[in-house]
């Protein structure tokens, strides 16, 4: 499998229980982020569970890094 069929293969296994949230506690300063929404709170914003895919592709040996705040549209300044 190229490092493209192992990503997308591990994918739907990312959060597949779980609900995405607008609003999400922030997690205990005692646990690991991703650990914590992965596990025990199960939801999320897209940025969770993109820092988990993240995190599990590397330890796959994939390189991965996340982008986040980029969006398609034209600017509003209003």
């Not at 982020?33 to 969770?48: E, P, S, T």
Request: aromatic share 10%; net charge positive; glycine share 8%.
């Amino acid at each position: 499998m190229t490092p493209y069929d192992r990503a997308k293969a591990l994918r739907p296994g990312c959060a597949p229980t779980s609900r995405t949230a607008r609003r999400s506690p922030v997690p205990p300063a005692n646990r690991d982020a991703v650990d914590w929404v992965l596990f025990d709170l199960r939801r999320g914003y897209c940025n969770y569970y993109a820092s988990a895919m993240v995190v599990m592709l590397r330890t796959m040996g994939i390189p991965a890094r996340m982008a986040a705040g980029f969006a398609q549209g034209e600017w509003d300044a209003g």
